[in-house]
Nanobody
């Protein structure tokens, strides 16, 4: 069973930065894609950023230019650097990893941005 452990969430003021980490129990080389999703209270889970094994990245329009997804293959860790945070970025952020055989999700980390 693949395990994903997110960390790095917390409370930050608007305009601040946070870096989320997702430590995986499998090699990033076994992943066909990795991504971050978020779910705000009362809303559906939405895509924030994805990175395929081919090196293609994609971002939600609302975070383009502010968030960056990256991977450290040596640490089997996926990151989400979040800059210029806004109150509307407040949500639980989930790490997602896709392999050739299944999709896996972390338990989430809460990000709260105060105005």
């Amino acid at each position: 069973q693949v395990q994903l452990v997110e960390s790095g969430g917390g409370l930050v003021q608007a305009g601040g930065s946070l870096r989320l980490s997702c430590a995986a129990s499998i090699s990033t080389r076994a992943m066909t894609a990795m991504g971050w999703y978020r779910q705000a209270p009362g809303k559906q889970r939405e895509l924030v950023a994805t990175d395929t094994s081919g090196g293609s990245t994609d971002y939600a329009d609302s975070v383009k230019g502010r968030f960056t997804i990256s991977t450290d293959n040596a640490k089997n860790t996926v990151y989400l650097q979040m800059n210029s945070l806004k109150p509307e970025d407040t949500a639980v952020y989930y790490c997602n990893v896709r392999t050739a055989w299944a999709d896996y999700w972390g338990k989430g980390t809460l990000v709260t941005v105060s105005s």
